[in-house]
T-cell receptor, first 111, second 114 residues
């Protein structure tokens, strides 16, 4: 089955700096890679996703890149703000029409 | 649409008691998922329904856990008897027939078993 590894598990950055979270997956047949943001005490919410027919997607300060050959994808947050502090989860579609989630990254943005 | 609706939001119960968690998926979504979240183990998939039929229940920890989906608009997760190690946040999520549109999570039920 699909296995998704996510790094780092915690990330602390200064406000205004960039943050990068990386994930690797094992199933070369996976075609869909969403990212979720979970604020403290709240539900995970989809913030951006990418499909295998593109290598990069951007939405304001966040962007995702995908390297299908290497089976890794990354989330990039630029000009970080305190409200970006949360746990971020990557995920990959698996053969069973489900998502396999990474272990999560706790991002702390220091003002 | 009100999104995925879970109840109760919080549940505190004594060890040995039966607990029932409820979920109403988004109308038109064919797939429903139950997850458990703890600090130690992260997000764990418990069970996945498609068109009301359980497809994958390999994540259900043991026989104390059971889940049903009697119709397209309602699902329950039951723990009987409950134990302190069941304390966690339980999320329900739904998605359209293909996962390529992501999941929508409910607000979760925070379960505490004392």
């Amino acid at each position: 089955g699909e296995n998704v590894e996510q790094h780092p598990s915690t990330l602390s950055v200064q406000e205004g700096d960039s943050a990068v979270i990386k994930c690797t997956y094992s199933d070369s047949a996976s075609n869909y890679f969403p990212w979720y943001k979970q604020e403290l005490g709240k539900r995970p919410q989809l913030i951006i996703d990418i499909r295998s027919n593109v290598g990069e997607k951007k939405d304001q300060r966040i962007a995702v890149t995908l390297n299908k050959t290497a089976k890794h994808f990354s989330l990039h947050i630029t000009e970080t703000q305190p409200e970006d502090s949360a746990v971020y989860f990557c995920a990959a579609e698996n053969a069973g029409n489900m998502l396999t989630f990474g272990g999560g990254t706790r991002l702390m943005v220091k003002p | 649409d009100a999104g995925v609706i879970q109840s109760p939001r919080h549940e505190v119960t004594e060890m040995g008691q039966e607990v029932t968690l409820r979920c109403k998926p988004i109308s038109g979504h064919n797939s429903l998922f139950w997850y458990r979240q703890t600090m130690m183990r992260g997000l764990e998939l418990l069970i996945y329904f498609n068109n009301n039929v359980p497809i994958d229940d390999s994540g259900m920890p043991e026989d104390r856990f059971s889940a049903k989906m009697p119709n397209a608009s309602f699902s329950t997760l039951k723990i009987q008897p409950s134990e302190p190690r069941d304390s966690a946040v339980y999320f329900c999520a739904s998605s359209p027939s293909t996962v390529l549109y992501g999941y929508t999570f409910g607000s979760g039920t925070r379960l505490t078993v004392v």
